[in-house]
């Protein structure tokens, strides 16, 4: 019922434990995704050979498809010390896509500004790992796909504006501006390998590359 013309892109099953007027949901969820449509990205990488490392629900948001292998996690913490095993295990050209999920499921869903604070805090915190852990041609891409404001007054996704901030060795200081499209990212991780892709968007690499 839930393919064909009325496909629902994601299922989430969300498990819960305790009792009746007192259950309390795991950290064991499981998504049923379509796959995308077109080709995305990770199809072009896994097209020319370039390996793409998934930590966290990036798997299941794909359905698994221009993936190499994929590591589940149940919290940020984890999910950043995974991708640290990534990158000091892998070896040449590759991706590593992570998503920290409780931004959005703990406190951005459950309007918990407090917490939210405190897991930035904590991410900020762990930034300096991924930057020494990186070699010098590489770079590290910091992006949310959404809006999830804990501050107003619905618990659904807010229409705001979402941060994007690129570092590494080779990259210049630069001001982004307000991009176009999301898609601008997949389109400079295509030139930051130098592959040629259908992907829409316009790539940023030109302008955060030292010369």
Partial sequence: ???????????????????????????????FSLEPPVPTILDELIKNNIPVYAVGKISDIFAGRGISKSIPSKHNRETIDKTLTFIKQVKGPAMIFANCVDFDMLWGHRNDYQGYANGLEEFDARVPQLLAALEPSDILVLVADHGCDPTTASTDHSREYVPLLVSGENITASHLGTRNTLSDVAKTIAS???????????SFLPIIRKS
Avoid: C, E
Avoid at 1 to 16: D, Q, S
Avoid at 192 to 202: A, K, L, M, R
């Fill in 1 to 31: 019922f839930l393919t064909g013309p009325y496909g629902v892109g994601r299922v989430i099953a969300r498990p819960f434990q305790g009792k009746i007027g007192d259950f309390t949901r795991t950290t064991n969820r499981k998504d």
């Fill in 192 to 202: 930051y390998f130098n592959i040629s892709t259908s992907v829409p968007g316009t």
